[in-house]
């Protein structure tokens, strides 16, 4: 082999991995995959969301549960130390208020969220649209 021929097969070579190299990049770009998902498919998406948030709403039939009654003292003993209020009860009862505020702002927060959903969703078609 000549040295121009030699020259000639190093520069196919190079071409070739600069190609494989670039074709390895777009293959491993999940966020823009998953862009080109969504507008492509944008209704499967909304409606799999849909169907997530209906999901873990709990509003999909699951078992109801009743409060335990807790036991009373008897009137007549003194409080002793173990009428004191453990610290885990504590915590406990912080995270059951914490839940019951989030219950009742819900409904308050869902057509916030939800109108800002349908912005961001209209603003996705529009942006889409304009790239057709």
Do not use: C
């Not at 909304?46 to 509003?59: E, K, N, W």
């Not at 078992?63 to 335990?68: A, D, E, G, L, V």
Request: glycine fraction near 8%; charge should be positive; proline fraction near 5%.
């Amino acid at each position: 082999m000549t040295r121009l021929e030699i020259l000639a097969e190093l520069e196919k070579t190079r071409f070739a991995i600069a190609k494989n190299a670039s074709g390895m990049r777009e293959n491993l770009d999940v966020g823009k995959k998953i862009q080109s998902s969504v507008a492509r498919h944008a209704y499967w998406w909304i409606g799999g969301a849909a169907i997530l948030g209906f999901v873990l709403s709990g509003r999909g039939g699951g078992k109801s549960t009743k409060p335990i009654p807790a036991k009373r003292a008897s009137k007549k003993s003194k409080p002793t130390e173990k009428d004191e209020i453990p610290e885990v009860i504590k915590k406990t009862t912080a995270l059951t208020a914490l839940v019951a505020g989030f219950k009742i702002l819900l409904p308050i927060l869902k057509p916030l969220i939800t109108n800002y959903a349908n912005k961001a969703l209209i603003q996705m078609a529009s942006r889409s649209a304009r790239r057709d």
